[in-house]
């Protein structure tokens, strides 16, 4: 065997070696007894920023010297598309095609070749862009490359892990496109002002969020974000036992949450129906609130408290997913172990 030979095994090696580190370091397959987890209870309402493949959200007509053209859709382009590269470069971020917009200044009239995503399908395109008439380029389409809102900490899981918001990020101008990768970050936030909840339409928490990151999304899955605290700041927080389904009752219960600045505070509620899941769902615990000083503030269930945990007999046992939009006082919540499992712990017999 030659010396090159003998570096690729070493490399390939190697590669193996560090992605058994990292899958250890990512939970990836951890199992627990119920009775042996402790997670410390969230609440806090947290900033979210999710940065997303290059997603075409629309395509629109662009005015130039001789009349009205749509660059993207005469090269068939459409919304949900997935922008990979252009003319072999890969796009990460909607600033690398600005930046190759300027660069296009010196070949009018050449095509753009795109390479693009479409249903796990890869595509290829030609886009002439459009000179308007002030002399700006302009390719005729609206793009996404993050998505910004705000959800409650679910759990931090040995002071490092943390689980948040009860149900799956997507971009609501483009529900069945997918995102294809998960990078983003979670930030303190501070609840400014609550808009009320009123039959027929949620209301919803407005919040500002800090300008640096306090822990890392690495997994954007149908029950909820998960990721790494990469600041100490919920070290004195007290911890809690799990209660699976078969210990969950209908009645009294809590939940943790935050409606004015940073102060997570428990609230009432009740229990009213339970369905038994074999399968990974969002919607398995319906809930009331009762609290009166609750519903005083928010009418009930708002956006920006999915992800607050559920505790009942002293043990979490979920969090909100949900708003019922005829009766905002009703809602409902995920199974914690479905959030552990996607997490990456198991809960065993």
Known sequence: MDINGKKSIIIILFTIILSLFINIEALGNTYLKAENIYLSPGGETIGIE??????????YNVKNQKGTVNPAKDAGIIP??????????????????????????????????????????LLNKKMYPAITKNNSISLGIYLRDNIMGIGTMTFIYDNIYFGALGHQIQDKSIPKAKMYKTEGVIKKAEVTSINKSVRGNPGEKRATFSKEGIGDITENSITGIYGKINED??????????????????????????????????????IIDLIKQNQKDIKG???????????????????????????????????????????????????????????GINITS
């Open 233 to 270: 700041v919920f070290k004195n927080k007290s911890k809690l036992k799990i209660a699976t389904q078969s210990e969950i009752k209908l009645g009294n219960a809590t939940i943790l949450t935050v409606i004015k600045n940073q102060k997570v505070e428990e609230f009432e509620v009740k």
């Open 50 to 59: 999710i940065k997303t493949s290059v997603v075409v959200v629309d395509v």
């Open 80 to 121: 949900g598309d997935i922008i990979l590269y252009i003319d072999g470069k890969k796009i990460n971020q909607i600033e690398d095609i600005k930046s190759k917009l300027i660069k296009y200044r010196d070949g009018y009239n050449k095509p753009l070749n795109f390479i693009i995503k479409r249903d796990n399908k």
């Open 285 to 343: 615990i319906k809930i009331q609130i009762t609290d009166k000083r609750l519903l005083d503030q928010t009418g009930g269930i708002i956006q920006g408290m999915s992800g607050s945990p559920i505790i009942q007999n002293n043990k979490i046992i979920g969090a909100i997913t949900h708003v019922l939009v005829d009766d905002t006082t009703v809602g409902y919540g995920v199974y914690i172990e479905f959030m552990l499992e996607d997490m």
